[in-house]
């Protein structure tokens, strides 16, 4: 099972940290991913932390970071420099470690999800 947790109302320009807390099972057993997916829009991946390093979308490189912390049993999305238009519902999601990167980017290539955080940011 997955928790995310940590979003709410930013002011563009702001920072945010996403978690994603897993029970019954390990984080490094899996590619742990990020989505989001805005009001009326298709679910996109954000970043992905794999056995080979990290992915991310080029709408957020340079501005997210997805980090783990195994002992902790937590994947994280350090969000800075936020826009209007990163305003979404976040989830995070677990898929399996051999996957291949391209395959990382579908939602539906992923087994386990989180129930979703809101992130808005709004002046």
Known sequence: QLQASGGGL???????RLSCTA????????????????????????AVFRRTGTSYDDSVKGRFTISRD???NTVY?????????DTAVYYCAAASLTSILSSLWSPDHYIYWGQGTLVTVSS
């Open 23 to 46: 029970s019954g099972g390990t984080i490094s057993s899996y590619a742990m991913g990020w989505f989001r997916q805005a009001p009326g829009k298709e679910r996109d991946f954000v």
């Open 77 to 85: 999305l350090q969000m800075n420099s936020l826009r209007p238009g």
């Open 10 to 16: 930013v002011q563009p320009g702001g920072s945010l």
């Open 70 to 72: 195994n002992a902790k």
